[in-house]
Nanobody, 123 residues
């Protein structure tokens, strides 16, 4: 069965860094475009970073561009999100998700989701 499992979240101070990981199993990882989403309390889920399946083209939301870096290691079936210069407004549950969509895959639909990892950034 397909599973995506996020890890690496935690409690940090503003300005600190974290690296999130998403371990995939039960699927051919290289067939999936992958994205990182986050959802803060009381807010809508938002896509913050995207990476294509083979070429590894990337996309970043303006809110994280220049601070976050998405990457993947297809040999390890793992997706990463390096988060630098963290701000309190980055506090959210972070989810990884995968899509096989061939038409504007960044827009989804995303077929598989992890259960999320909490990132909390204090002032």
């Amino acid at each position: 069965q397909v599973q995506l499992v996020e890890s690496g979240g935690g409690l940090v101070q503003a300005g600190d860094s974290l690296r999130l990981s998403c371990a995939a199993s039960g699927l051919i990882f290289s067939n999936f475009h992958m994205g990182w989403f986050r959802q803060a309390p009381g807010k809508e889920r938002e896509l913050i970073a995207f990476i294509s399946r083979i070429i590894s083209n990337t996309y970043y939301a303006d809110s994280v561009k220049g601070r976050f870096t998405i990457s993947r290691d297809n040999a390890k079936n793992t997706l990463y999100l390096q988060m630098n210069s963290l701000k309190p407004e980055d506090t959210a549950v972070y989810y990884c998700a995968g899509t096989t969509s061939r038409n504007s895959p960044r827009l989804g639909p995303y077929d598989y989701w992890g259960r999320g990892t909490q990132v909390t950034v204090s002032s």
